[in-house]
């Protein structure tokens, strides 16, 4: 029975990962702008090759079997921490995607072709995978601040990544007195199979889980991000602003209406793409002014706003007048013999029982009394007896 048993899980193990694999070749096939998933299909059907192989067959003293068995499994570790590190946007260093599995692989070439050993290549092989994947922890423990399916996918890859030392252990017992790679069918052998087979399952999953995600979360910054100023988009300026109204008792919350003077003049003497590198400009000098609370959008045409959370009037203001001074300053690169821009800006504060509409009305009633008083300047609401900042 325990024969069954062990057979069974042997063959369940390259099934689940060659399932794996052709889930990742199939993500990366329609998603050709994220190569992690191409090193991940190819780490799980290297996987699925080395066990099969050990399966098929059994590596015998001197044989070689052993040595390509091993360097399938040195490969599909090396692919895994690539796969895991491009995700985020890192690389391992060559000790760990080189050297080490270079080493690895010669040691168990020679505990296999020149002085035959089974114990000695569990060694360097399960340790040795763990090495190489151990090498990624320190660049992955971002995940552990991440999203719910990053931290989880942090998490079980450390638990599979360790696992490999007391597997080690387990493994090297009923190896001892039998120098053969199908170990007998001994109950510590029928655990070894049944955890690498959840721990194969679980890390697949959390990977494709985590792709899923990537995705969702692309499209979403898609949506929410105007392409040409990198910008929060006015359906993502309206969602944020839904967790800021009302503020919270005590606090302000102030707004800044931007609109760029003569900018029809730009379009028509320099072109329609001399002036979408202006607004690019614009929206990279506004995101650098602000803080990261802030939420910066652009509403269309050549106008922006920036909602200001806990922001009394009188910072508003101060923050405009930057701003306004900030453009005024730089100098456009799209635009030769003219150089620079100005803007207009009106800032208004949310009074008790405002939506965003109604912020955004006044603000625009504001700005389009900078705009008739000779723009290039910061207008406020005179009516709220606020001094003059700007």
Known sequence: MLHDAGLFLALVNPAIASLLALCFLFAWHHERTRPHLLQLGACYLLAAAAI?????????AGGGTATVAGALYLGSAVLMLRGMLARIGAR?????AVALPLALFGMVAWFDLAHPSLVARICILNVGVALIL?????????LRTGR???????????????????????????AAAHDAI?????????????????????????????TAQDVIDDLRHERDTDPLTQLHSRRSLE??????IPPRPGESLSMLLCDLDFFKFINDNYGHSAGDAVLAQVGRVIAAGIRR???????????????????????????????????EQTSMEALPGMRNVTASFGVATL??????????????????AAKSNGRNCVEWEREAGLPALA
């Not at 151990?134 to 971002?142: I, K, N």
């Not at 399916?149 to 030392?165: A, C, E, G, I, S």
């Not at 009074?351 to 389009?368: K, Q």
């Open 293 to 327: 609370r802030d939420i910066a959008a652009r509403l269309g045409g050549e106008e922006f706003v920036v909602l200001l959370p806990d922001t009394p009037h009188e910072a508003a203001l101060q923050l405009a007048g930057r701003l306004r001074e900030t453009l």
């Open 239 to 244: 969602a944020l602003a839904a967790r800021q």
């Open 134 to 142: 151990l090498t990624g922890v320190a660049s992955l423990a971002r």
């Open 182 to 210: 199908v170990l007998p069918p001994a109950a510590c052998w029928l655990w070894l199979q049944a955890t690498l087979a959840l721990l194969l399952l679980a890390l697949g999953l959390a990977l494709l889980a985590a």
């Open 148 to 174: 719910t399916v990053d931290r989880v996918l942090f998490w079980v890859y450390l638990v599979f990544t360790l696992q490999f030392l007391p597997r080690t252990l387990l493994a090297l017992a009923p």
């Open 52 to 60: 099969g192989l050990q399966i098929a067959w059994p590596p015998r």
């Open 92 to 96: 391992p260093d060559r000790c760990a």
């Open 351 to 368: 009074r008790p029982g405002e939506d965003l509409e109604a912020l955004l009305m006044r603000a625009d009633h504001v700005l389009y």
